[in-house]
């Protein structure tokens, strides 16, 4: 039952619709907390075990974050609303990076995409100095977190699905195939869907619902950890502050802290601690636990841009037959089919591609914390040898390409060689206050709009204009005015690496140069896979469980 308690909380808190905010084990205020815990969790992503949870958010209940219609609008009231610093290579534009600030996080506000990355894209983990954390090792993971239901047979015949019951297990993260589709729109991926009431299936719905009833586990909301509290190098405790009151209480962990904040939270937490580059640490007055240079470093997303169509003619939204029937347009979200692309894929010269990842000189393109830090340029171009690897192959994608209902047509690079980062610049640990955050971004399409399906809903194209032809005009435009450095998948910041290599956490997922203290999010991935990042978040969560437990 440890295992499986912890399985739920790890998952709740790295990635949390029914109301029941009157449990008691759901606290408001840190006077209600117990002396001592187990395990503490940082991020509302165990028995004889107590555990206690820490989410900055608090419950959602509205109809608005449920219904698949919503996935892709922003739910800015249940997020983080983070400004990174002018990105250089991209105009010296300014961008925003929207993560979830809500019980579930990320899961609970994001476009509902469900899916893996190949093979190949976990095999480099593991190739990186990572036994285990290879495809063998986190596919039985990747079962134990979902459940796929088949759709009924008359839309299996209308739309051609397809699918392999084998690669999935009965966990608690319903996915499937919506029951409807915009026309001409015929083959859509996976969604995490509840497969009667066609609404969201969440963190919240499938890991913290089943087991909020529990004794042993607090869940603490509208609250924020400040600081890790370390005796000698050993974790001990955090301190967690009450949005409310400001109020500042010490929780104390018997055997663990867990870092599960995601890609931004942990690595400012990790800083803020006295966990991080010791430069950085020095020049804020934080006293050094560990000279860690690779906490928020490695920072990667998915850069996109948008070709943006316009239908002179196309199908109405009809909301009336959404409550009654769970069907129409209201319960599809706004993916409906995505394709992964090769570099062999888009370019007949992609062994020319792959070859100038070995001319090019790395330390050009890369953020200052590189060029001052053998470990973390070591780490890099270990990387860099493995995509370039990865560039040759047709199981690897580097460009993503979802398609709906919309007019707009997306094309996100899956394998991008900037490194970004994210850095604290005060000793002020509230979480609404944005780090540094330096993106560094770069690709093209066009040509199916005139498609007979597509010609049949009046394309016409908008941005950037039928007049933007040359690779001079393309790349302007792209750079100007079309990339955006995020698709909200951000990661790798406490990367899971060997030490030398600028490493952040060891396989176990615990913290080098530290005793109790792991990280269980996006972070650890020392390379962004090639999918939308839920679903391997979902598995890491499963896998840190087992680690905890000692059965792995």
């Not at 969790?41 to 419950?59: A, H, K, M, P, Q």
């Not at 994001?110 to 990186?128: C, I, P, Q, T, V």
């Not at 394709?339 to 100038?356: E, G, H, I, N, P």
């Not at 394998?415 to 979480?431: A, E, Q, V």
């Amino acid at each position: 039952m440890l295992k499986k308690l912890l399985a739920s909380l790890l998952s709740l808190a790295a990635v949390a619709q029914s109301s029941f905010s009157e449990a008691s084990n759901i606290k408001r205020h840190s006077t209600e907390l117990d002396d001592e815990y187990d395990f503490i969790i940082v991020g509302g992503g165990t028995s004889n075990t107590r555990v206690l949870v820490v989410e900055f958010g608090d419950f959602d209940d509205t109809w608005d974050t449920a219904l698949p219609y919503n996935a892709n609008n922003l739910q800015r009231r249940l997020m983080f609303n983070m400004t990174a610093v002018p990105t250089a290579g991209l105009g010296n534009r300014t961008f925003p990076l929207w993560i979830g600030a809500t019980v579930g996080g990320g899961s609970t506000v994001n476009g509902m995409a469900f899916e893996r990355g190949s093979k190949a894209d976990y095999d480099a983990w593991e190739e990186l100095g990572n036994p285990s954390w290879g495809w063998n090792g986190l596919l039985p993971y990747f079962k134990k977190s979902t459940t796929f239901t088949p759709p009924p047979l008359e839309y299996v015949a209308r739309y051609n699905y397809t699918w392999d019951s084998a690669a999935y297990g009965k966990g608690p993260i319903q996915v499937g195939f919506p029951s409807w589709q915009w026309p001409n729109v015929d083959t859509p991926p996976n969604r995490c869907m509840g497969k009667g009431s066609k609404s969201r299936s969440s963190a919240r719905t499938g890991y913290f619902n089943p087991a909020r009833g529990r004794a042993n586990l607090d869940l603490l909301t509208r609250h924020y950890v400040s600081k890790i509290e370390f005796k000698g190098n050993a974790a001990v405790g955090v301190q967690v502050v009450s949005r409310a009151t400001g109020k500042v209480a010490l929780a104390r962990a018997k055997k663990e802290v867990i870092m599960a904040a995601g890609a931004v939270n942990t690595a400012r937490t990790l800083q803020l601690s006295g966990v991080g580059p010791a430069p950085l640490l020095r020049s804020l007055g934080i006293k050094t636990v560990v000279d860690a240079p690779g906490v928020g470093a490695n920072f990667q997303d998915h850069p996109w841009f948008s070709v943006i169509l316009q239908y002179t003619s196309a199908s109405p939204v009809n909301p009336n037959i959404l409550t009654p029937n769970r069907t129409g347009s209201l319960t599809l979200s706004h993916g409906k089919n995505i394709v992964f692309l090769s570099l062999s894929d888009l370019t007949t010269d992609y062994r020319t591609v792959a070859a100038s990842l070995v001319k090019q000189d790395a330390t050009a393109y890369l953020p200052p914390t590189y060029r001052s830090n053998p470990a973390l340029l070591s780490g890099l171009l270990a990387q860099r040898s493995i995509l370039r690897n990865r560039y040759l192959r047709r199981d690897a994608d580097v460009v993503e390409m979802p398609f709906g209902g919309s007019a707009s047509v997306v094309s996100a690079i899956q394998k991008p060689l900037s490194r970004g980062t994210i850095f604290i610049n005060s000793t002020d640990p509230d979480p609404v206050l944005s780090p540094v955050i330096d993106f560094s971004a770069m690709t093209t399409p066009r040509r199916y709009i005139a498609s007979r399906s597509l010609a049949t809903l009046g394309l016409v194209e908008l941005s950037p204009g039928s007049d933007v032809e040359t690779d001079q005009q393309i790349e302007a435009v792209l750079r100007n005015s079309l990339i955006l450095p995020s698709f909200a998948h951000p990661s790798g910041t406490a990367a899971m690496m060997p030490r030398s290599l600028g490493g952040v956490v060891d396989p176990r997922l615990k913290v080098y140069g530290t005793t109790g203290l792991r990280v269980v999010d996006a972070s650890i991935m020392p390379l962004i896979p090639a999918c939308h990042l839920q679903s391997t978040v979902y598995a890491i969560a499963e896998k840190a469980a087992d680690l905890i437990q000692g059965r792995c």
